[in-house]
């Protein structure tokens, strides 16, 4: 799926209005978190998985132990 948002004003800041369909195809509701990526070519937006960045720290740095 592709879609264009517009970005609109809010308080100082700008935010983007994700279209209801978006929205239910990434299983996102008011308050989930989105993490952005700069790309070469871009921007790339995807769901906020905090638990599974920290598990893979976690394995980093068993990684790192094991190597040593």
Same mark, same amino acid.
């Given at each position: 799926? !592709? #879609? *264009? #948002?517009?970005?609109r004003k809010v308080g100082d800041s700008l935010g983007v209005i @994700?279209?209801? %369909?978006?929205?239910? %195809?990434?299983?996102l509701s008011e308050?989930?978190? @989105?993490h952005v990526t700069l790309?070469?070519?871009?921007?790339?937006? !995807? *769901?906020?998985? !905090?638990?599974?960045a920290s598990a893979m720290k976690a394995f980093g740095r068993t990684l790192e132990a094991l190597a040593n």
């Amino acid at each position: 799926m !592709s #879609v *264009t #948002v517009k970005l609109r004003k809010v308080g100082d800041s700008l935010g983007v209005i @994700l279209p209801k %369909e978006l929205l239910q %195809e990434l299983k996102l509701s008011e308050g989930d978190r @989105l993490h952005v990526t700069l790309q070469a070519d871009g921007a790339c937006l !995807s *769901t906020d998985d !905090s638990e599974f960045a920290s598990a893979m720290k976690a394995f980093g740095r068993t990684l790192e132990a094991l190597a040593n």
